[in-house]
Structures are given as structure tokens and as C-alpha cells.
């Protein structure tokens, strides 16, 4: 009895579609609170969050509001 990857891939790629904005506000969150641990170091966070975001973006189906 293997583990069948295409299905978890399936079923991860469609949680990241259907709760796109709820990682991202978590990302935002993370991204505050390591910016008040980690003072100095805000452009570094954002540009990982942003990366994160990108990704995120590739399964997401729908427009993103404007910044």
C-alpha cells in the first residue's frame, strides 16, 4: 500500500486555491510580527513574503485586489 503523491499534490494545489487569501493574510501577519522581532530587516521580510505570494498565485484563479 503506497502513498498516492498525484492525489496529495491534487488536494494541496486545491486548498491553495480555495484559501489563497486566508495564507496571505497569514504571510502579512507573519511578516508584522517578524518585522517587530527583526527590526532592520524589512525589506529582506517583504521580499520573501512577496516570493511566498507569487507562488500562492500560481494555483489562484482569481484576480488579486489592487494594492
Do not use: C, W, Y
Not at 7 to 20: S, V, Y
Not at 40 to 65: C, M, R, W, Y
Amino acid at each position: 500500500m503506497g502513498i498516492d503523491f498525484e492525489a496529495l499534490k491534487g488536494k494541496a494545489e486545491e486548498a491553495l486555491r480555495e484559501h489563497n487569501d486566508k495564507i496571505e493574510e497569514g504571510l502579512d501577519k507573519a511578516a508584522d510580527f517578524a518585522k517587530s522581532k527583526f527590526a532592520g530587516h524589512d525589506g529582506q521580510i517583504d521580499s520573501g513574503v512577496e516570493k511566498a505570494k507569487d507562488f500562492l498565485n500560481k494555483f489562484d484563479d482569481t484576480p488579486d485586489a489592487p494594492r
